[in-house]
């Protein structure tokens, strides 16, 4: 079992920047894959970053590139999400997830990740 918790979560404006962390505890090894997913009211849970095999391979969403950095900390088994130029649109709950991917496996799917944090609100004012 791994356990996640994220923090960071918070109310800022447009434009602002946000840091989210989750911290892993657990059978850690268990993983080779960490992400963010995030879900606004009365839509799906959609993919934001994540970040796979010790750090080496990233991959965002088409709507938070160049805008989300997605990095982690292996001694502390932390993943952050550095979030900038914050847009109300950005306004969900962001859940952290860990799972085992294989190479033919999308890190984008929710499906590929077996633990899931509580979530942390993070809503971006106008």
């Known amino acids: 079992q791994v356990q996640l918790v994220e923090s960071g979560g918070g109310l800022v404006q447009a434009g602002g920047s946000l840091r989210l962390s989750c911290a892993a505890s657990?059978?850690?090894?268990?993983?080779?894959?960490m992400a963010w997913f995030r879900q606004a009211p009365g839509k799906d849970r959609e993919f934001v970053a994540s970040i796979c095999w010790s750090g080496g391979i990233t991959v965002y969403a088409d709507s938070v590139r160049g805008r989300f950095t997605i990095s982690r900390d292996n001694a502390k088994n932390t993943v952050y999400l550095q979030m900038n130029s914050l847009k109300p649109e950005d306004t969900a709950v962001y859940y952290c997830a860990a799972g085992k991917i294989t190479i033919v496996d999308s890190p984008r799917s929710p499906r590929n990740y077996a633990y899931w944090g509580q979530g942390t609100q993070v809503t971006v004012s106008s």
């Open positions: 657990g059978r850690t090894d268990s993983s080779n894959c």
